[in-house]
Structures are given as C-alpha cells and as structure tokens.
T-cell receptor, first 118, second 109 residues
Framework: DGGITQSPKYLFRKEGQNVTLSCEQN?????MYWYRQDPGQGLRLIYY???????QKGDIAEGYSVSREKKESFPLTVTSAQKNPTAFYLC?????????????????FGAGTRLSVL | KNEVEQSPQNLTAQEGEFITINCSYS?????LHWLQQHPGGGIVSLFM???GKKKHGRLIATINIQEKHSSLHITASHPRDSAVYIC???????????FGRGTQLTVWP
C-alpha cells in the first residue's frame, strides 16, 4: 500500500548526541515536510523539500538538518545544537501545485516519531 | 499571535450529539484543511476546501472567506470520533500550511 513510513516510533537521545529520524514515502510525491508538535501547540514546520537535492528551512530549523538524496526519502537529523529536542516529529508529503501555491496541497502524514532526552 | 485560532480547545459530548469546531484565521489563504489526529499520533486529511461546503459521511466542513472562518460539524457523534481535530490554512503567497493548536474531542457512549 502507498504511504509514508517513519521510524523509529520512539527514540531516545543522550546529551551531545545527534540522532536521525527516518521518513520514506512510496507515493511518488515531490514535496516532503518535517514538523514538530509540542503539547498545546500547532504543528511547526522544521524543513521542507520540493525536489531532490533541494530543501528549505521552515520556521524552527535551528538545531536540525535534513537531506534529500532520493525522492522517496527525507531524513531529519536532530543535532546536539537542538537544546530542547523532546517532541513528537511528523513527516508529511504532498504533490506539488503550481505557481504561488506550490506547497499546501493535501498532505499525507506518517505515524510520527516520539523523541525523548535521556 | 497564531495565524490560526481554533475553538474550543477541548470538547466533550455524549454519543449522538451534534458537534461544531470553529477555526478563524488572520492571513490570506488559498485553501483550508481539516485534519484528524488519532490518539497514536497519526494524522489524516479530512477536507481541503476553498469555498462553500463539503460533506463526507457524518462530517461537514464549511468556510466563509469574507469572515475568515471555517467550521467542522460532526452529526450523530460516535466514540470513534474521539480525536484531535486540526485546522490548517494554506497561505496564498507561498502556499505552505499554518496549523491551529487543535481541538481535543471526546465522545462518551
């Protein structure tokens, strides 16, 4: 079945450690996104990518890095520079629209990864 | 200030009741989304609309562009409707989404 797979479901990070969250999609979508969700807050955009080998910072990119070497994959690394990494991380993908509304079509979400600090 | 405001934050209902969740936004938009987040965290898209009204089963979504307001209605609510409902708007400039904080709905049998 087509969809988005995030792994792992739960992840623990030690002080000073980088961790990588996996996101894979087989929907043939061009656009992929990473969001962070904290209790009582709306989803916040970390990074997004509209095409392979290109990505853009979202609203809270500091302390995070991404790569887009393949259309299907958009891994997120939470670096040691991210001082408050405990959150629920969601990956999404969508087809691209055109013109000024290139993003923002219906997004398909993964099941999420819950990251905690040890 | 959040670009998207939802109300109420929490909503409790008895099975069979009619539910309304409201969403107001302050930016220019080209479309509005309603999403459902299940207790495990997974999110599914319920509606994307840019005008008028859409219906899917017991769910109805309406939008008033002039008033910058949308409502999600659930008729004959059921315990399986218990979830967080999230309103998101697609900005008219770049097209990226801005999300509300969500409404936690609990329907008791």
């Amino acid at each position: 079945d087509g969809g988005i797979t995030q792994s792992p479901k739960y992840l623990f990070r030690k002080e000073g450690q980088n961790v990588t969250l996996s996101c894979e999609q087989n929907l043939n979508h061009d656009a992929m996104y990473w969001y962070r969700q904290d209790p009582g807050q709306g989803l916040r955009l970390i990074y997004y990518s509209q095409i392979v080998n290109d990505f853009q910072k979202g609203d809270i990119a500091e302390g995070y890095s991404v790569s887009r070497e393949k259309k299907e994959s958009f891994p997120l690394t939470v670096t040691s520079a991210q001082k408050n990494p405990t959150a629920f991380y969601l990956c999404a993908s969508s087809i691209l629209g055109t013109g000024t509304v290139a993003l923002g079509n219906i997004q398909y979400f993964g099941a999420g990864t819950r990251l905690s600090v040890l | 200030k959040n670009e998207v405001e939802q109300s109420p934050q929490n909503l409790t209902a008895q099975e069979g009741e009619f539910i309304t969740i409201n969403c107001s936004y302050s930016v220019g938009i080209s479309a509005l989304h309603w999403l459902q987040q299940h207790p495990g965290g997974g999110i599914v898209s319920l509606f994307m609309l840019s005008s008028g009204k859409k219906k899917h089963g017991r769910l109805i979504a309406t939008i008033n562009i002039q008033e910058k307001h949308s409502s999600l209605h659930i008729t004959a609510s059921h315990p399986r409707d218990s979830a967080v409902y999230i309103c998101a708007v697609r900005g008219s400039t770049l097209g990226r989404l801005y999300f509300g904080r969500g409404t936690q709905l609990t329907v008791w049998p």
